[in-house]
């Protein structure tokens, strides 16, 4: 009886190499966000969540006015890999005095 045994080049002892799951991208990127927009001089020190789903950057919370707003959509943007930029950043309240 002959039985046939594959050599170790024909792949059969070859393990798959892996494959990233989304979710590491996603994490990639949130973190590559999070750094950029605390090393900015403009969103340091702004209340902003990063979220990432699908390569989709999704920006939250308050800052304190539009031109920080727009810096940090454009922070986003410029990293590599994302897909597109959900900017659901706030403005904070501006206190007016009352006449």
């Known amino acids: 009886m002959l039985i046939p045994w594959p050599y170790p080049d024909e792949g059969a002892f070859r393990p798959e190499p892996p494959v990233p799951s ?6 990639r990127l949130a973190a590559l966000v999070a750094q950029r927009l605390s090393s900015d001089w403009t969103t340091r ?5 990063v979220t990432v789903q699908n390569r989709v950057v999704i920006l939250a919370g308050i800052v304190t006015g539009p031109e920080t707003r727009r810096v940090a959509g ?5 990293v590599r890999g994302v897909a597109d930029v959900c900017n659901a950043l706030r403005l904070a309240a501006s206190r007016r005095p009352r006449h």
Request: avoid cysteine; charged fraction near 45%; aromatic fraction near 6%.
């Open 74 to 78: 454009e922070i986003a943007w410029d």
């Open 22 to 27: 989304p979710d590491d991208e996603d994490g």
């Open 45 to 49: 020190r702004q209340q902003i969540v």
